[in-house]
């Protein structure tokens, strides 16, 4: 009976050495305490009661660094927060090399970080995420290695400056603001006044222009009457004129004012004009 019993105690003895090691896992197997090899997923055998096996995921984590403060170049005080990927690559590093090597590295994370963020200004830092985040990457690349650790994604979430500052930056936001709202208006009254002043201008040119034209028409109308007017007394005979002379003194001896004042030299002339010679015929008679 007793046989039996310590034959089944040795059954089961044995049957604990046999441990699955699941996918995407590693075994680390220490005996009596002494780091002894590495296995990998799968069924893995022991011997019980003298070694022990430790599992070691190598499957991503996310993990969350809390804000935390940072003093820039410029000496502002700003407020940020990460979130990162990472993946155990060693196993052996990672689990006997530091205590907490999750911790070890987001402490080296943060030291980066407020190393890069210290060399720039508030201003440069807060438009700079894309390259604090390239920057940061390349930083901690070789040296998470130490922990058996590759950060795989890192990201800066945010960076607030301080509330002060955040007071300081609306103030100064509104007074730009303002002042960018000053300057179009007065641009666009000046441009408004360029404009009005503009059209006034081309009216007056265009009203001169078209009195210029009017009187260079009329002008130049009169000039043609009047080269007409001469062209045909040059070509006219002199019957015409003597025509013209009895009209005026028949109009003349039909009016009130009947006085005619001629030069002497053209008292000859009258004669030649019927009416007038009658005249001067019954004249002489008296």
């Known amino acids: 009976m007793l046989k039996a019993i310590i034959i089944i105690l040795l059954i089961c003895v044995l049957l604990s050495g046999f441990r699955v090691i699941p996918q995407n896992n ?6 009596l305490g002494k780091y002894s090899r590495t296995v990998k997923a799968g069924f893995v055998f022991i011997i019980p009661l003298v070694q ?3 599992r070691v995921s190598l499957a991503m984590f996310p993990a969350e660094i809390s804000k935390y403060s940072i ?40 030291g980066h970080l407020r190393d890069i963020i ?6 440069d830092a807060l438009g700079s995420t894309s390259e604090i985040n390239a920057q940061l990457s390349d930083a901690i690349g070789d040296l998470t290695d130490i922990y058996g650790i590759r950060v795989v994604r890192v990201n800066i979430d945010e ?5 002060e500052i955040q007071k300081a930056m609306d103030k100064q936001l509104t007074a730009d603001r303002e002042k960018i709202a000053a ?21 007056l040119v265009a009203t001169a222009k078209a ?29 015409y004129f003597k025509n013209q002379s009895l009209d005026s003194f028949n109009n003349l001896a039909t009016g009130p004012n009947n006085l005619i004042v001629v030069d002497k030299d053209d008292i ?19």
């Open 268 to 286: 000859t002339n009258l004669g030649k004009i019927p009416a007038t010679a009658k005249v001067w015929q019954q004249t002489e008679d008296k």
């Open 52 to 54: 022990h096996i430790r």
């Open 118 to 123: 210290g060399r720039m200004d508030l201003n």
């Open 183 to 203: 300057i179009e208006k007065a641009e666009g009254e000046a441009k408004n006044i360029e404009l009005t002043t503009k059209a006034k201008n081309e009216a």
């Open 26 to 31: 590693e075994g680390l197997i220490e005996t």
């Open 211 to 239: 009195n210029a034209e009017a009187v260079k028409t009329r002008a130049d109308a009169e000039a043609y009457r009047i080269a007409k007017l001469q062209a045909s007394l040059a070509d006219a005979s002199d019957g």
């Open 159 to 163: 960076l607030l400056p301080s509330t």
């Open 71 to 110: 003093i820039t170049k410029d000496n502002a005080e700003i407020t940020t927060s990460l979130t990162l990927n990472y993946l155990v690559t060693d196993s052996y590093k990672y689990f006997y090399n530091n205590t907490d090597s999750v911790k070890s590295m987001v402490e080296l994370i943060r």
